[in-house]
């Protein structure tokens, strides 16, 4: 069955390779992120593969453009069936960096985001009597790791909200965390403390696919209603 797909932070990364497994399956897929031309990019490729993708520049920081963003492709379609909250950001550093503003940032995106992504989609899953929320965490959620203290701190607060949200919801909305661990992305890319960003780089020798993840939630999107897929941590077989 075909359903109507919300992804944040679908520009690249695990979004991106979402937006390109769920459109290849034959799901509408609602693409938001701040990078428009990229987004584009994707829904091209979708739409060449007989595929139905729609694009909205969205910045998750703001609430009032993340409750735009899920109302309008409720008004378009009647429903929303699932949000993926998956926007991101990972710029590491030790705290005694006092990279404030980054922390800040991590906060803003990794934590609020969520949350304006929850609160946009809630009532209309309500409303409908039927939803799915997947949250994208990492296994910094688990583990802490010198340089990561914020951004660790942040996942676990994913982690928890959503565990939360399982737990206050009724059955009929479906609520899933999958926890990847070092996968090829842009994450990297934003860590500006040059000690960090030399551990990164020897960090992320191994690492997976973003297509691992996105399979990994079309998994959970796609067991019967009564199921619910509640965590899923998948990562690199020599990551410990």
């Known amino acids: 069955m075909s359903k109507v797909v919300l992804i944040t932070g679908a520009s690249s990364g695990i979004g991106e390779a979402t937006a390109r497994r769920l459109g290849a399956e034959g799901h509408v897929v609602v693409l938001g992120a701040r990078r428009e031309d990229r987004l584009a990019a994707t829904a091209k490729a979708i739409e060449a593969d007989g595929g139905t993708a729609e694009v909205r520049r969205l910045d998750v920081t703001d609430r009032r453009d993340v409750a735009a963003f899920a109302d309008e492709a409720a008004e378009r379609h009647g429903r929303i069936d699932v949000i993926v909250n998956n ?73 928890a909200i959503t565990e ?13 965390t999958v926890s990847p661990g070092v996968v090829e992305s842009e994450l990297a890319d934003s860590i500006t403390d040059p000690g960090a960003r030399e551990k990164m780089r020897t960090y992320r020798a191994n690492s997976i696919s973003p297509d691992s993840i996105a399979a990994a939630i079309s998994y959970a999107m796609g067991q019967p209603p009564g199921v619910d897929v509640n965590e899923l941590i998948i990562r690199p077989a020599r990551q410990r």
């Open 87 to 159: 926007a991101g950001v990972m710029p590491l550093s030790r705290l005694e960096a006092l990279l404030v503003d980054e922390w800040d940032r991590m906060i803003d995106v990794n934590v609020r985001g969520l949350l304006h992504g929850i609160a946009a989609a809630l009532p209309h899953f309500q409303r409908q009597g039927s939803g799915h929320f997947v949250t994208v965490a990492s296994t910094g959620a688990h583990q802490v790791v010198p340089t990561g203290a914020v951004y660790c701190a942040t996942k676990y607060a994913a982690w």
């Open 164 to 176: 939360g949200l399982r737990l206050e919801l009724d059955p009929a909305i479906r609520v899933t």
